[in-house]
């Protein structure tokens, strides 16, 4: 079985602020894929990023980057200089190797960004 | 476009009233799948098709029965509705591992 927690349940912080969602996962699989959604207000499913469980190096894409540590089983997601426009639902979520393609989705992380 | 079409976007209807959802994609993905979204639950499987002809069960099948005749095409039927399956769906497609989710359509089964 797999599995992903997002303990945050909600996140407020002031713009310009910093912020890191956290996501830990479970698997007995060697082989998986990591994701990150956004679903901001308006409802839709917006794709951020997918990570293979052999390529541990992190990623930065502008204010955005993600930090994937096998040895505390987490792929955690920081917002740089958080904006308004930011504040959206985050969704982790994780697809274990073999035949059974399934995506398992934590419960999501409502983050609310002030101005 | 590259996208992924769900119909109705909204949807209220009552407790055994047989409905459809539909679902298209223009990508020629062979892989398609619906998830329910719930408060606090994030998205679970319902059903997902490797391919034409070829579906299985996800997390919450109950209740739900999908085909899968072309491969543009994964409609999602209920054949009994009930309150509990008040809920927002979403359908997604995908090609190598990056689902591309419809706008979701919001069902209320009063």
């Known amino acids: 079985a797999q599995k992903v927690t997002q303990a945050q349940t909600e996140i407020s912080v002031v713009e310009k602020e910093d912020v890191t969602l956290d996501c830990v996962y479970e698997?007995?699989?060697?082989?998986?894929?990591l994701f990150w959604y956004k679903q901001p207000p308006s409802g839709e499913l917006v794709f951020l990023i997918r990570?293979?469980?052999?390529?541990?190096q992190n990623e930065i894409s502008g204010r955005y980057s993600w930090n994937f540590q096998k040895s505390t089983s987490s792929f955690n997601f920081t917002i740089t200089a958080s904006q308004v426009v930011d504040s959206a639902v985050y969704f982790c979520a994780l697809i274990s190797g073999g035949s059974a393609r399934q995506l398992t989705f934590g419960s999501g992380t409502q983050l609310t960004v002030l101005p | 476009e590259a996208q992924v079409t769900q119909n109705p976007r909204y949807l209220i209807t009552v407790t055994g009233k047989k409905l459809t959802v539909t679902c298209s994609q223009n990508?020629?993905?062979?892989?398609m799948s619906w998830y329910r979204q719930d408060p606090g639950l994030g998205l679970r499987q319902i059903y997902y098709s490797m391919n034409v002809e070829v579906t299985d069960k996800g997390d919450v099948p109950e209740g739900y029965k999908v085909s899968r005749k072309e491969k543009r095409n994964f409609p999602l039927i209920l054949e009994s509705p009930s309150p509990n399956q008040t809920s927002l769906y979403f359908c997604a497609s995908s090609e190598g591992l990056r689902e591309f989710f419809g706008p979701g359509t919001r069902l209320t089964v009063l």
């Open positions: 990570r293979n469980s052999f390529d541990e």
């Open positions: 990508m020629n993905h062979e892989y």
């Open positions: 698997t007995r699989d060697t082989t998986y894929y």
